[in-house]
Nanobody, 119 residues
Framework: QVQLVESGGGLVQAGGSLRLSCAASGRIFNLNAMGWYRQAPGKQRELVAR???????NYADSVKGRFTIPRDNAKNTVSLQMSSLKPEDTAVYYC?????????????WGQGTQVTVSS
């Protein structure tokens, strides 16, 4: 079992910046894609950003140019650097990761961290 622990959530003023971090631990074989999803009240969970172990990234249109998703493969961590934050970025942010063993892949989720952007 892989555990994902997020940190860095909190309150921030609109236009400000915030950095979330996610650390994977436990019985890790080989982490492939890691990413961040978010879910606002009354809305479906959506992809925010994703990065593969090779460094290929994918961002939601709503965050392009404002968010980046740096990753440290050696430390099994992924971050979400958020800038120019908007009130509509308010959501619970979840870390996600795929762990690959020989012939299988398991998807894991963190418990989420609240990000609230005030105006």
């Amino acid at each position: 079992q892989v555990q994902l622990v997020e940190s860095g959530g909190g309150l921030v003023q609109a236009g400000g910046s915030l950095r979330l971090s996610c650390a994977a631990s436990g019985r890790i074989f080989n982490l492939n894609a890691m990413g961040w999803y978010r879910q606002a009240p009354g809305k479906q969970r959506e992809l925010v950003a994703r990065i593969t172990s090779g460094g290929s990234t994918n961002y939601a249109d709503s965050v392009k140019g404002r968010f980046t998703i740096p990753r440290d493969n050696a430390k099994n961590t992924v971050s979400l650097q958020m800038s120019s934050l908007k009130p509509e970025d308010t959501a619970v942010y979840y870390c996600n990761a795929d762990d690959r063993g020989l012939g299988y892949q398991i998807n894991y989720w963190g418990q989420g961290t609240q990000v609230t952007v005030s105006s």
